[in-house]
């Protein structure tokens, strides 16, 4: 699929949005797990390479922050994977303490075989089994001889919501071998009663009317088309697809940014958190 030829928008937006980006910030900040055997929420964050899923790390500690933040390393050049280990990001919330919810980065999918993560080794994340700092071996799967595997993960070494992060510019990124993948994984998380969600990033390269102005991004007749499409191909609800534009060339943050970021991530928790009650 290629980049949006035309221009058109709805007269009203097809999702509501929320105005005041106060609440969803104030959400994120007060949130505590209920589940005493958890101290934080684990998000994972997958999908091809080159989507956006440091940036989007960087792009919520840049809204929680008030500033532009890049402590996830990202590459707007490489056409694979920058992220080579199982990292996890925990958010500063003050000088003395950090979000109750953290993400973890992972290697992107790639269209080769031998190229990008093994599907097996993220399932295997999605278990609590790779541990910090564990570098990918695109060729071969963990095994549990590896230095990284941990052989008895807790509740809180374990994912309890798994994001899928998609850039809505081009879906050719999006090969058969990558979709499988996807797919793929997504059946291991339901098997896992894990709750799933999706982000479209770079809806501004995907749409002249939203690059002009940010407001119009639910109000794109191509990107409801896109999220659509991306419902059809993975069988995730619509309900569960968020679009964001990612903090890359701004230097300063924007409230209109904000809110699609912020949405996104009180969906994440939300989801998490009906997880972790459930355990």
Known sequence: MSTCVTSALFSQPWRPMLKNNKENLDFAKSYQPRNNEATHLRILLHGPAGAGKSSFINSVESVLQGRIASRALSDATSGSSFTRKYTTYKLRKDPEGFYSFIF??????????????????????????????????????????????????????????????????????????????????????SDMGIPQLAILTKVDKACPKVQQDIKNVYKSKYLKQQVDEFSMLLGMPPNCIFLVKNYESEINTNDDIDALILCALRQMISFGEDFLYNQ
């Open 104 to 189: 973890n980065d992972i290697m992107g999918f790639e269209k080769k075989t031998n190229n990008g993560v093994h599907v097996e080794d993220v399932k295997l994340a999605l278990r609590g089994h790779v541990k910090e700092h564990y570098e990918f071996i695109p060729a071969r799967q963990m095994t549990e001889d590896d230095m990284g595997y941990h052989s008895c993960p807790t509740l809180d070494d374990k994912v309890h919501v798994l994001v899928s992060v998609i850039p809505a510019d081009s879906f050719s990124i999006l090969s058969d071998e990558v979709v499988k993948k996807m797919k793929d994984l997504r059946r291991a998380a």
